[in-house]
């Protein structure tokens, strides 16, 4: 079976700080995601990669950054903190040009105080 | 640009009957291919079935099938014999220019509740 895995189910932060949510999968994928999701508005994507070390930004890229050094990590780095980026993140994987499905992570809820 | 719309914030639906959850899209794009995605309460995003845009046929998988009308750009699921752990929101997505790497990002709607009464 496809794993991704998240670092943290539930995380609390405080405004200002540096946040790294980390994301791995085991299943060899090309791709990496990170989406935001927040009630009515669905998913969100923020960045994307489809190599290591490659990243394109998605439709709300603002206030984030990402690295993938290696093909199986993939993190997100809020650089300052803000109570706006409280939100549930959800990391996905696929293959490049073969897959057709993204793999999902169980999410990560974070809250910014 | 893409666009994914589903109408339907909640639907109440009686277990056993037949479920049919809205999906419009819009491209520009001739090939992209369109998703049903569950997330059950956990919060797991769990992949239920796929279209593409140049699949003769709808496509099905056990309890689920996508009434695909390619005119109308519409792209519903359809859950027959409904049961009480069906109740989840449920996200339709599209991917465009499938087939190469970089184009691989997907764009959700913004989701229909479903919930099931016994």
């Known amino acids: 079976d496809v794993k991704v895995t998240q670092s943290s189910r539930y995380l609390v932060k405080r405004t200002g700080e540096k946040v790294f949510l980390e994301c791995v999968q085991d299943m060899d994928h090309e791709n990496m995601f990170w989406y935001r999701q927040d009630p009515g508005l669905g998913l969100r994507l923020i960045y994307f990669?489809?190599?290591?070390?490659?990243?394109e930004k998605g439709d709300i890229p603002e206030g984030y950054s990402v690295s993938r050094e290696k093909k199986e990590r993939f993190s997100l780095i809020l650089e300052s903190a803000s109570t706006n980026q409280t939100s549930m993140y959800l990391c996905a994987s696929s293959f490049g040009d073969r897959g057709v499905e993204q793999f999902f992570g169980p999410g990560t809820r974070l809250t910014v105080l | 640009a893409q666009k994914i719309t589903q109408t339907q914030p909640g639907m109440f639906v009686q277990e056993k009957e037949a479920v049919t959850l809205d999906c419009t899209y819009d491209?520009?794009?001739?090939?992209?291919?369109l998703f049903w995605y569950k997330q059950p309460s956990s919060g797991e995003m769990i992949f239920l079935i796929y279209q593409g845009s140049y699949d003769q046929q709808n496509a099905t998988e056990g309890r689920y099938s996508l009434n695909f009308q390619k005119a109308r750009k519409s792209a519903n699921l359809v859950i027959s014999a409904s049961q009480l752990g069906d109740s989840a929101m449920y996200f339709c997505a599209m991917r465009e220019g499938v087939g190469y790497s970089s184009a691989s990002k997907i764009i959700f709607g913004s989701g229909t509740r479903l919930s099931i009464r016994p």
């Open positions: 491209t520009s794009d001739p090939s992209y291919g």
């Open positions: 990669s489809y190599d290591v070390k490659m990243k």
